[in-house]
């Protein structure tokens, strides 16, 4: 993705470029995990030492060490889920113990680094498809507000990257960009925002101006690049067609298949279906949580007013209450642990967060019978990746993104015919291990989509 910052020195889209030999680097990248400050004492002294994770584009993970006047420069201006750009740092190999990273080089921060929070960007980009505008209720004060969105590409993406169109935007340039949308046009955004990661999805800003196919060197390399590679973007433009279809779609498959094909480095978009039964919900007592209203997540409480570590503006918050389950759930040849958030939670449960919290106030037995009823019921569960951890399997992080009770139990045990004999207990026994006696088919990582082989 083409930007406009740090135009004096080399810039990189992922981690696995950066060499020793390479000094003049910038990268853009997302602050995942950011440790507290901790001291130490060696021959030199005192002294103090941070640690924090970035993520490149791809999802690849390094490792930034700040010690001691650095902490002070940077401690309070990086914020985890925000995006920087790194400039005029050194690289050095990891100690591979002590590595929070997934790649083997780490980060050193020194006084002549910058780390600059990317609140905006420019980019050219290739439009290769267009939604109608429609008309949506802001999270923040339910207003409404019309909405566009694009999918663009250029050379440096392996898949196309969200675009949302805002408000008088969509008037001025919406209509114009969906007319030629089949011709693939060239797009010039000045002043869009980083909303998310994971392949970047982009915003546009007050300030953003579009332009269509601009006089520019580096769009007619774009659109040269657009013609060379125009299998590849059809491609991409019928798997948008049936995007709508595929959560349906997808296959179900039995946890042994799942975890028999983990890896460290799977994509967090892999979506896959299981037939299961609930075992254990092991935080029925403390089901929710205090959640920022502004970025959802945790917030803590001190003396009646709530903190919220990822916002800038971290006091004063206004919060709400969100579920969190943690779910043990098996099948006939294995057992996860997964978590189930907030709506998807309030399905599971039949009931809100709110009547809850009431019910374990005024009536204890009921809010308990409530918390239990899903236990040893049969479920259809769709689920993704969070995190693989391959030597391991098992203790890989699933979050469950949709969920349906089944009541027909014959149908679930059609599904894994040959494999009735194992008990629950057999399957909780295995603790994520399968059997490679009873499995049937193989799970084959395909196109960011599980597929059963023979």
């Not at 002549?112 to 949506?136: D, F, G, P, R, Y």
């Amino acid at each position: 993705m083409t930007t406009s910052a740090c135009p004096n020195v080399k810039r990189f889209t992922f981690f696995e470029e950066l060499t020793l030999e390479v000094t003049n680097w910038a990268i853009l990248c997302q602050l995942v995990y950011k440790g507290d400050i901790r001291t130490y004492c060696n021959n030199k002294g005192f002294g103090s030492v941070m640690k924090v994770v970035f993520a490149d584009e791809a999802g690849h993970r390094m490792q930034a060490t700040f010690f001691n006047e650095t902490i002070k420069s940077y401690e309070t201006t990086l914020y985890v889920n925000k995006f920087y750009m790194i400039s005029n740092a050194k690289l050095k190999i990891a100690h591979e113990k002590y590595n929070l990273g997934s790649t083997k080089f780490e980060i050193i921060v020194d006084n002549k680094s910058k780390i600059e929070e990317e609140e905006s960007l420019n980019v050219i980009v290739v439009v290769i498809a267009a939604k109608k505008a429609t008309q949506v209720k802001k999270k923040i004060d339910g207003s409404e507000v019309m909405q566009q969105i694009l999918m663009v590409i250029d050379s440096s993406c392996s898949t196309p990257i969200r675009m949302t169109l805002w408000g008088d935007l969509i008037s001025r340039n919406g209509k114009e960009i969906e007319e030629v949308v089949d011709k693939r046009p060239v797009l010039m955004a000045t002043s869009v925002k980083i909303d998310n990661f994971k392949g970047i999805c982009l915003s546009s800003t007050t300030h953003t101006i579009l332009t269509l196919n601009p006089s520019l060197e580096e769009a007619q390399m774009l659109h040269a690049w657009s013609c060379e590679n125009a299998t590849r973007i059809v491609n991409h433009i019928k798997d948008l067609d049936v995007q709508k279809t595929y959560i349906n779609n997808i296959k179900v498959v039995t946890l042994s298949e799942v975890l028999d094909n983990i890896s460290n480095d799977i994509d967090e978009y892999i979506i896959f279906r299981v037939k299961v039964w609930v075992a254990e919900v092991s935080n029925r007592q403390d089901p929710w949580y205090y959640a920022c209203i502004s970025c959802n997540k945790k917030a803590s409480e001190e003396n009646g007013h709530f903190f919220c570590n990822n916002c800038k503006d971290k006091k004063g918050k206004e919060f709400t209450y969100r579920l969190l389950l943690r779910v043990k759930v098996a099948d006939t040849s294995a057992s996860i642990w997964l978590t189930i958030f907030d709506k998807v939670a309030e399905k599971f449960l039949k009931t809100t967060v709110n009547n809850l919290r009431e019910l374990k106030e005024i009536d204890k037995p009921k809010y308990n019978s409530c918390m239990e009823t899903c236990l040893s019921k049969n479920y259809l569960f769709k689920v993704k990746i969070i995190e693989g951890n391959k030597d391991k399997p098992w203790m890989s992080k699933f979050s469950c993104v949709d969920t349906e009770e089944l009541t027909d139990v014959g149908k679930m045990m059609d599904q894994f015919s040959g494999d009735q004999s194992a008990t629950t207990e057999d399957a909780n026994n295995k603790c994520g291990t399968s059997s490679n006696a009873n499995r049937k088919r193989k799970l084959v990582l395909k196109d960011d989509e599980f597929v059963l082989g023979k």
